[in-house]
């Protein structure tokens, strides 16, 4: 088992469309957790963070983690071709540093 | 304020040479990390520093190897080159220990490619 799991892809949206990616860990010990978009030939982007169980929101993003399920999501609200982009979800233990990525999502959004 | 900055931007390198990379942190940030991006295998953790001493690694060979300065800079080297190194090297930095909630902020990224 993979320790960061991502929802396979890639994901197709129509533009002004939610599109909902998720993100799924091994180590209950995990303690942060981000977002980050990587559009090709560039470096990621922190876009999200969140620490505490619920929902967590910044103008079209929205992050909800679970702990109990191990679960951490993002929500993209009214999505643009301007999106459009890698998305990787990245979890961090005890380590300071180190973080653990997932494989990434491939997000298209479609006008 | 200026983000994390990474040179060389690109790097060609033969089979058996060695190189160095370097990293300046955002201003005020003490911990550095570096990461190795290749589409097989993603994103990677190779080290962290922070007060000029390792505090985490990853599982690369000994190739692999980092210093930071008592100016938070920190250089990444990798010795002996395989064609397998070929990657984006990627340099984060955060604020660091006491610090909670800081996430890390990448540079640009590195471009090595070893033939």
């Known amino acids: 088992q993979k320790e960061v799991e991502q929802n396979s892809g890639p994901l197709s949206v129509p533009e002004g469309a939610i599109a909902s990616l998720n993100c799924t860990y091994s180590d209950r010990g995990s303690q942060s957790f981000f977002w980050y978009r990587q559009y090709s030939g560039k470096s990621p982007e922190l876009i999200m963070s969140i620490y505490s169980n619920g929902d967590k929101e910044d103008g079209r993003f929205t992050a909800q983690l679970n702990k109990a399920s191990q679960y951490v999501s993002l929500l993209i609200r009214d999505s643009q071709p301007s999106d459009s982009a890698t998305y990787l979800c990245?979890?961090?233990?005890?380590?300071?540093?180190?973080?653990?990525f997932g494989q990434g999502t491939i997000l298209t959004v479609h006008p | 304020k200026a983000g994390v900055t990474q040179t060389p931007r690109y790097l060609i390198k033969t089979r058996g040479q060695q190189v160095t990379l370097s990293c300046s942190p955002i201003?005020?940030?003490?911990?550095v990390s570096w990461y190795q991006q290749t589409p097989g295998q993603g994103l990677q953790f190779l080290f962290e520093?922070?007060?000029?001493?390792?505090?985490n690694k990853g599982n690369f060979p000994g190739r692999f190897s980092g210093r930071q300065f008592s100016n938070s800079r920190s250089e990444m080297n990798v010795s002996t080159l395989e064609l397998g190194d070929s990657a984006l090297y990627l340099c984060?930095?955060?604020?660091?220990?006491?610090?909670?909630?800081?996430?890390?902020?990448f540079g640009n990224g590195t471009r090595l490619t070893v033939t």
């Open positions: 990245a979890v961090e233990g005890t380590s300071y540093g180190k973080l653990t």
């Open positions: 520093y922070f007060s000029e001493t390792q505090r």
């Open positions: 201003s005020g940030h003490r911990s």
């Open positions: 984060a930095s955060s604020l660091g220990a006491g610090e909670d909630n800081s996430p890390l902020h």
